[in-house]
């Protein structure tokens, strides 16, 4: 009989640990956890085994022959019938043991594979975890719910015997995690398999995380790899927004109290002063690649060529070859050293447009290879983009859509609805939203809170939500007007990212926020129409929120209405006492 030794357990996460595979669990044996060189006290209680039964067996032979009495025996005879029902003993529980284990193997043979491939810990194909504590507990039987369901439900909750193996290619590194959706065919069963391993590598269940009622196939290869669920969230309406003549009802996405429900009072002051006007002052997606010279004076050729008028319409004919779409509209060079940073803008119709402008800028850097062969192109982006980090290029040139939105608010509605009055809300921009601001040392963060609005309806529309760090950049301004009885206000956003296509916008539940605004995908008769719109709607909800925050700030009803909305009813009379 094969005898094997285990080897020790590795830490989790070490890369080197042995891979057991399902198909070894059969040839692991009881045996193997015992620490003594197994393979020399079998042959030694084999041999002594059949030595003592041969010694005996001779002696009873004499015995009957000579007729004398059998129980009578000798030193050499007892020792030998000692020794005999000792290794008789060893072998029975030894092979027993096997043959026991043999047999309960064929009849559980996948629960048996599970345990020796989790207790193994072999290679972890998905991402590493960190050796947590969740690690260092036992990992969890192959269905927790077993004892706590009936069969008819554990079938449902299970994998199948076929989706079980693909669980076990999956932990033992044989199936790579992100190929299961090519392999199955099936979206929504791969993320079923997906998550069944994960679960079983973390120890973590993800009870909270719906799998069910998710098109996985609109996703895939094109808003998120290896899902394993989708996270929900509130979607709140506020409005109406009365902006440029028409109605909005807005979308937000938010977990914070008191956020709808604010820019709902934003809104209706504007709607009962008249509403709110917009205006779009530039639309242009940057990209700014970074390449290099071999002296800072080929990097300044490059800029001098890049910047010329001259060159200009070449440029944007190789560049607007990226897509119908795209329209170079400038380009603007800064160097550092002998590193030139080219800074493209382009229109990019209804996409936000970061794919499309990365095309164009890749063609034209195909293209300075000839007028400049000892170009050395380090990255497509050098951050003088800037893509989804604060920076003063995208505060001053603008990135996406500039928008500027302002409604003059009259006195009435300042009182009844807003509950201050405007000096007040004039002085407290000032000295908050301005002055304060500048003491922060903000960057486009001249503002009370556009983050909070722009978040809330990128997240309901699909848009890119790490962009929110540029598309809010914001400064609100109020002065009083019309004999200094009425508040003029307005939100200026250089920097609104949005598109109406491409990304998450197709996505079922984005697209029908989308909708709800008149805004969904495309506009067919003029491209980049519904793009704009949707910037300007954004601008309209910061106007009202704006609006409404500062109101409550001046007004000190910020920390009531925060009890009222961010606390459940029986947490109330608590935070009040606190
Ligand atoms: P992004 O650059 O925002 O990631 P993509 O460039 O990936 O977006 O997606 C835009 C896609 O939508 C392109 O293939 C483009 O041809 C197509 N498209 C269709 N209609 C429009 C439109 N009106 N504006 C922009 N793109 C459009």
Redesign the pocket.
């Given at each position: 009989m094969g005898v094997r030794h285990r080897l020790p357990p590795k830490a989790a996460g070490d890369g080197d640990a042995p891979r057991v595979h399902a198909s070894d669990a059969s040839a692991i044996q009881a045996s193997d956890a015992l620490p003594l060189p197994i393979r020399h006290t079998n042959i030694f209680f084999s041999v002594l085994f059949m030595a003592a039964l041969y010694f005996l067996m001779c002696r009873w032979r004499e015995k009957v022959r000579a007729s004398s009495p059998l129980h009578l025996l000798t030193l050499s005879e007892i020792l030998a019938f000692v020794c005999l029902v000792a290794s008789l003993i060893y072998l029975i529980s030894f092979f027993g043991i096997s043959y026991v284990q043999s047999s309960i193997l064929s009849h559980d043979d996948i629960e048996e594979k599970v345990n020796v491939v989790e207790s193994s810990q072999p290679p972890l194909p998905l991402h590493r975890f960190p050796p947590t504590a969740a690690m260092s507990i036992p990992p969890p039987s192959p269905c927790p719910l077993l004892a706590e369901i009936s069969d008819a439900k554990i079938l449902s909750v299970c994998p199948n015997d076929e989706d079980e193996n693909i669980v076990q290619s999956v932990l033992s590194g044989e199936i790579p995690s992100y190929i299961l959706e090519s392999k199955l065919g099936d979206c929504r069963r791969a993320a079923g398999v997906r998550r069944e391993a994960v679960r079983r590598m973390t120890g973590r269940a993800m009870e909270g995380l719906p799998l069910d009622g998710f098109d996985y196939q609109s996703i895939l290869g094109q808003c998120c790899e290896m899902p394993v669920g989708f996270v929900t969230l509130p979607v709140g309406i506020a409005g109406p927004l009365v902006l440029d003549g028409l109605s909005y009802y807005l979308p937000m996405a938010t977990t914070e109290g008191c956020l709808v429900a604010s820019t709902n009072r934003g809104c209706k002051a504007i709607a009962l002063s008249g509403g709110a006007q917009s205006v779009v002052l530039r639309d242009a997606m940057s990209r700014a690649p970074v390449v290099r010279f071999a002296t800072a004076q080929r990097a300044a050729h490059l800029k001098s060529f890049l910047e010329d008028s001259v060159n200009f319409d070449t440029l944007a004919t190789v560049f607007n070859r990226s897509?119908?779409?795209a329209r170079l509209q400038g380009i603007h060079c800064t160097l550092a050293g002998r590193n030139v940073y080219v800074r493209f803008s382009c229109s990019?119709?209804?996409?936000?447009?970061?794919?499309?402008?990365s095309k164009g800028v890749q063609n034209v850097l195909d293209y300075l290879h000839s007028d400049f062969p000892d170009i050395d192109i380090i990255s497509i982006s050098g951050n003088f983009c800037s893509d989804k980090k604060p920076a003063a290029v995208n505060w001053i040139e603008g990135r996406g859509k500039s928008v500027v939105c302002e409604a003059t608010i009259k006195e009435e509605v300042v009182l009844k609805i807003l509950k201050t009055t405007v000096p007040a809300l004039v002085e407290l921009n000032t000295i908050k939203n301005l002055a304060g601001s500048a003491v922060a040392g903000a960057l486009g963060g001249f503002n009370a809170h556009a983050s909070n609005i722009v978040t809330a309806i990128y997240i309901a529309t699909g848009q890119d939500p790490a962009q929110n760090v540029e598309s809010s950049h914001c400064i609100t301004m109020m002065e009083a007007v019309n004999g200094g009885k009425d508040l003029h206000i307005s939100v200026t956003m250089p920097s609104i990212e949005v598109?109406t296509?491409?990304?998450g916008t197709q996505l079922a539940a984005q697209a029908a926020c989308l909708d709800l605004l008149g805004v969904k995908g495309?506009?067919?008769e003029s491209?980049?129409a519904?793009?704009r719109r949707l910037a300007t709607i954004i601008a309209g909800a910061v106007l009202g929120g704006e609006l409404s925050l500062m109101s409550a700030l001046a007004s000190g009803q910020l920390v009531n209405s925060h009890m009222k909305y961010n606390r459940s009813s029986r947490d109330i009379p608590k935070a009040a006492a606190a």
């Open positions: 897509s119908r779409f990019t119709g209804d996409a936000m447009g970061m794919n499309m402008v598109g296509v491409g990304g495309p506009n067919l491209p980049g519904n793009s």
